[in-house]
């Protein structure tokens, strides 16, 4: 073990921490590494309905209608991004400037952490990780901010970047408190944790056996709550990952098939992470790090070896999240193994190719926000038609709307509810799916005053939070359904069209009008 540092001269203080540092290229180093965050925060504002999607509008509604903080699972971290918008449920604010500052919520979190690390610790590194943890590996994810591992992959570059500070005993607390938030965010966590501790302990990093103690211990203890408290959701979640169950050596585990789906997904999606992957065994070879290259190594094969055997029915959206911890696996050893010193234009390439794949990400997110735009605009559609009907609850039927953008899925009810809370409290709409809807009526009947939430949950409507919702107790109604129209011909033969007009007007003219039908 190494010996103990006396950290008097480099501890963390509130000075050091307000007091600018003086990097080299002053201008550049002020400006460019916050236009990644301008960009995300402007994404956010303006995709503020589409980032609403599954979990995030689930969270949403919770937080909105109990006005108070939603954990699930002991995992704390999802009750940052609430804090913001929760402010605004308590004053009142609108449900449009709700949903906003939600959005807002999650990039500023992570921003103030690249602000902590980046000028706070004078860690440039670990501010372009944080950076490439919100961007890398993430598209369909930007629209379900509330995942846990995109808040525990920049907490835990936090932790690594206080821990190779020397630092006195006593800043063990914060790190413990970071360590905790990180490990009860999300069961993978605890592989990720262990992967970054196990390639920061060489002898030249190590630190007295004292700091290893309590971090050791809290790990444990984390470990055991988490398995002592799973719940049947999170044993579904890794069921994602383990679909083999206890059959380990059954040749279906072993089928090649298997793995097709998810790794030709990482070959088209994620090229940049196996380029990545190659220049981190490129570093470590050529520097004779063979401990980390072997711990890099397995952790990237192993982890690859477990999602190749992922659930292959999955959605898109779930399988980016499967593969996230990737960007940790890789990025970390990455950024961190890169010389300190070396030439100044092999410096300058690998800057220029950061600079790029960050654009390349943002525009990513960008382009593939078209199918989540067109989503809600047929959402928007569907209250809109709702509203000219009697009622606040309506059912529709997946083959008939289902455009391939459509993604009828759990969080339906709640999205619509949330989009049409927009305009008043009054003219409140939650649309389920016809299956959903036949699902929950066959195991309890659904009362008058009742209304389907969420994941086939059914809620009061008294529970609603009446500042932002409000419905009337009725019956669900039909905005249409997969019955056949036997009457089409009939329908068709008797349908008369009128056009209110006899003028003549010119070409490429727009006039209003009337038409009889």
Known sequence: MAKDVDASDTRITLRRLIRRPKYRYMAVNRIVPHLP?????????????????????????????????????????????????LMGVWTGLG?????????????????????????GLRDRRSGLLIILSQTVGIMYGFFTP?????????????????????????????????????LLSHPLAFMLFAYLLL?????KTAKAFKFYIPVILVFIGALVLKYLTMSGSEAGQLAWLYTFNSDLFSGQFFNPEYAKIPVSYLLINY?????????????????????????????????????????????????EQVLYPFVAIVFIPLVFGFPKQGRPGLLNISILMVSALIIYRLAVMYYGSEIFVKRVAQMEQLIETARQKAGNKFVVSKDII??????LNWSYPVETMLLSAIDGNDITVTIASEKDLISVEKRNKIQPDQFLFANHELK??????????????????????????????????NLRITINSKKIYRAMDTVWIPVTI
Not at 283 to 311: C, E, G, N
């Open 199 to 203: 390639f920061d302990y060489t002898k």
């Open 460 to 493: 009061e409507q008294s529970w609603l939070n009446k500042q932002y919702f409000h419905m009337d107790i009725g019956p669900y109604h039909s905005l249409n359904d997969s019955t056949p129209n036997k009457n089409l011909i009939l329908t068709a033969n």
């Open 402 to 407: 289902d455009h391939g953008y459509t993604q």
């Open 271 to 319: 090229s940049e992470i196996l380029i990545a992957f190659l220049l981190v065994v490129f570093i470590l070879v050529k520097s004779k790090q063979w401990f980390r290259l072997l711990l890099a190594a397995v952790t990237f094969f192993a982890y690859l070896f477990t999602v190749s055997h992922a659930d292959p029915l999955m959605p898109l959206f779930s399988r």
């Open 37 to 85: 965050w301008l960009v995300l925060m402007a994404l956010a504002t303006y995709l503020y309905k589409e980032r609403i999607f599954a979990e995030s509008g689930f969270y949403a509604a919770q937080f909105v209608n109990n006005q108070t903080f939603w954990i699930e699972f002991q995992r704390f971290v999802s009750g940052i991004p609430q804090l913001i918008p």
């Open 146 to 182: 509330i995942f846990e591992l995109y808040y525990a992959v920049p907490l835990l570059i936090t932790f690594y970047a206080i821990w190779q500070l020397p630092f006195r005993f006593r800043t063990i607390y914060i790190l413990l408190i970071l360590e905790a938030l990180i």
């Open 95 to 119: 449900m449009k400037y709700i949903l906003i500052l939600y959005s807002l919520s999650h990039v500023l979190f992570f921003y103030t952490l690249f602000l902590f690390v980046y000028y």
